[in-house]
């Protein structure tokens, strides 16, 4: 039987992806989903993005919009740049872009415009890169933006009281619609953590892969996982996003 692997935020790691993906060996017919956070931090940002375009021709895949993703896609588009994305990963990415031609710009742009903002399975399993905002639901998100910038949900998820019934006013509308929701774009290794956690119904797998944690691959259903090399050993000299 196939299976659904998901895959944590990358920022530019392409040998922390390849690494984790040969320990793991998906099989031809299994799904992968990339939760977003393709580029910014480590200095092979192109060559990740190149990595996914060829994995897909090979392998079921789905990319989630990560918001480093959408600071990378508006340079590329027209130049946009500010303080805040060139601070947190955006210059190595600028710098890894230089000496790549146009076609190779035209060929990430257009693969950084078509992300996902969120994957809804069969199984009423959640993916998306950061969260949402509204009660209802993400088919009721007034703020796309939301899906990738969003730390209240991992937040509230981290402060769930789990002796809580369902049927309470107290209950958390947003953990009631989705059997399972899949997130990234906040770091575990800012509670201590280097592996998957999960709080409530939802289950964090960014890992720290920008700062001093593994990148994280993770059987959806049986959360079995498995992880690359602490990402800053795979790039002796450089500070990654630390």
């Known amino acids: 039987m196939s299976k659904t692997f998901v895959i944590g935020d990358i920022h530019g790691a392409v040998r922390a992806l390849e690494q984790v993906l040969e320990r793991v060996a998906p099989e031809e017919d299994d799904?992968?989903?990339?939760?977003?956070?393709?580029?910014?931090?480590?200095?092979?940002?192109?060559?990740?993005?190149?990595?996914?375009?060829?994995?897909?021709?090979?392998?079921?895949?789905?990319f989630i919009q990560g918001n480093h993703d959408e600071f990378c896609y508006d340079w590329l588009r027209d130049g946009t740049r500010n303080d805040q994305w060139l601070y947190h990963g955006g210059q190595a990415t600028i710098d890894a872009y230089k000496g790549l031609g146009e076609a190779t710009r035209k060929r990430h742009m257009e693969f950084l415009g078509n992300l996902q903002n969120y994957h809804l399975d069969a199984g009423n399993r959640l993916f998306l890169h950061a969260g949402f905002t509204n009660l209802r639901g993400v088919e009721h998100e007034y703020f796309p933006e939301m899906f990738y910038w969003d730390r209240t949900l991992w937040e509230m998820a981290l402060s769930f009281d789990v002796s809580l019934d369902k049927a309470s006013y107290r209950y958390p509308s947003r953990l009631t619609h989705y059997k399972e929701i899949f997130i990234g774009h906040t770091p575990v290794t800012r509670i201590g953590e280097t592996t998957?956690?999960?709080?409530?119904?939802?289950?964090?797998?960014?890992t720290g892969a920008a700062f001093k944690g593994p990148l994280t691959v993770m059987d959806t259903v049986t959360k079995e996982f498995w992880q690359s090399d602490p990402v800053w050993k795979?790039?002796?000299?450089?500070?990654?996003?630390?």
């Not at 939760?35 to 990740?48: A, F, R, T």
């Not at 795979?234 to 630390?242: H, I, K, S, V, W």
């Open 196 to 206: 998957p956690v999960s709080a409530a119904n939802v289950w964090n797998v960014d």
């Open 234 to 242: 795979l790039y002796p000299g450089e500070e990654g996003r630390n």
């Open 31 to 62: 799904t992968l989903i990339f939760l977003g956070d393709y580029v910014d931090g480590w200095s092979e940002s192109p060559q990740v993005i190149d990595f996914l375009i060829g994995l897909e021709k090979r392998r079921n895949c789905l």
